[in-house]
């Protein structure tokens, strides 16, 4: 095979303890899957899951230990933080059922869902998709990959993010409106899952707006802390 330019690299993803990556297919991310995020947004109760995307090279890779950096992006105002659990999806399927959906997972990571929040404020008032708020470049901070088996309690475990020090969104993943098993269910109805597509599971309340020299200290039990400083 040749190409008339230079094929882009593969997006990986570090493994915790091994030193093989995780080649990233696609990221997906569930929209408001905290009530008392979904409220501070303007909405209430248990509507079906929804899904948007972003591309797989707006990952930005943090290894364990460091600090990661995004810049400031364009057009925006108010660019906000989303904490969020990420899976990583091993094995493919469609119409996966909740019962057999965590056989699916190969693990877990602390991802930030960044936001250009007035842009995507201003697609929902027009009906308009939202990717200019969600998937521009740099987007998706991401740490390494935790294997699920490595990893215990996620289902129930605390996540958070400070903003310089300062509390800003802290919550436990048990207060998922769709869990991991059922998120996966509903996704897996829309779109067959491949091995290597990354789940961003939703952010808990408290999404706020970071400015050039902050930083963003993520963390969800049991994972490696993800920090990320906005240049
Ligand atoms: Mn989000």
């Not at 129930?156 to 969104?169: D, L």
Request: aromatic share 8%; hydrophobic share 40%.
């Amino acid at each position: 095979m040749s190409y008339v330019f230079a094929a882009p690299a593969t997006v990986s993803v570090p493994i915790l303890g091994q030193p093989e990556q995780f080649p990233v297919h696609r990221i997906y991310c569930v929209g408001r899957n905290y009530e008392e995020h979904a409220k501070e947004m303007g909405y209430t109760g248990r509507e079906p899951p929804f899904f948007f995307l972003k591309p797989a090279d707006a990952l930005v890779v943090v290894h364990d230990g460091a600090t990661g950096h995004i810049p400031y992006p364009s057009l925006t105002a108010n660019f906000h933080h989303e904490i969020e659990l990420v899976v990583a999806i091993g094995k493919g399927g469609r119409n996966i059922k909740a019962a057999d959906a965590m056989g699916h997972v190969f693990g877990y990571a602390v991802g930030l869902d960044m936001t250009r929040r007035d842009l995507q404020n201003d697609m929902k008032k027009q009906g308009r998709p939202w990717c200019i708020g969600k998937a521009f470049d740099h987007s998706a901070p991401i740490g390494p990959i935790v294997r699920a088996e490595k990893v215990s309690g996620i289902e129930a475990a605390a996540i958070s993010v400070t903003v310089n020090g300062q509390p800003r969104q802290a919550s436990h993943v048990s207060k998922l409106i769709w869990n991991i098993a059922e998120t996966i269910e509903h996704l897996s109805a829309a779109w067959e899952l491949q091995p290597g597509d990354l789940i961003y599971s939703g952010t808990p309340e408290g999404v706020a707006a970071v400015k050039s020299g902050d930083t963003m200290v993520g963390q969800v039990a049991g994972l490696p802390t993800l920090t990320v400083q906005v240049d």
